[in-house]
Nanobody
Framework: QVQLVESGGGLVQSGESLTLSCTVS????????MGWFRQAPGKERQFVAR???????NYADSVKGRFTVSKDNAKKMVYLQMNSLKPDDTAVYYC???????????WGQGTSVTVSS
């Protein structure tokens, strides 16, 4: 079973940057698409970004141009570089794996990002 450990969150001011990391184990990492989701207080979890096994990326409209997802197959890690952060980016961020067309419902503990105005 896949295991996911997110890190790198913190408290930043509006306009600053953060890089989140996700360590993945339990799967043949290079064969799977990986994604980042986030859940703000009182809201449902929402898609943020995806990177396919082949390195193709796509993003939610709300983060396009500001966030960059990347991965290191050798280290079995996924990253989310977040620039020009806004208070609306405040949330707990999670990484997950995509099985076929469906996202796994196996989530890590997440990492909290708070952006102050």
């Amino acid at each position: 079973q896949v295991q996911l450990v997110e890190s790198g969150g913190g408290l930043v001011q509006s306009g600053e940057s953060l890089t989140l990391s996700c360590t993945v184990s339990g799967i043949i990492f290079m064969n799977y698409n990986m994604g980042w989701f986030r859940q703000a207080p009182g809201k449902e979890r929402q898609f943020v970004a995806r990177i396919t096994s082949g390195g193709y990326t796509n993003y939610a409209d709300s983060v396009k141009g500001r966030f960059t997802v990347s991965k290191d197959n050798a280290k079995k890690m996924v990253y989310l570089q977040m620039n020009s952060l806004k208070p609306d980016d405040t949330a707990v961020y999670y990484c997950t794996v995509q099985y076929g067309s469906a996202w796994s419902n196996n989530w890590g503990q997440g990492t909290s990002v708070t952006v102050s105005s």
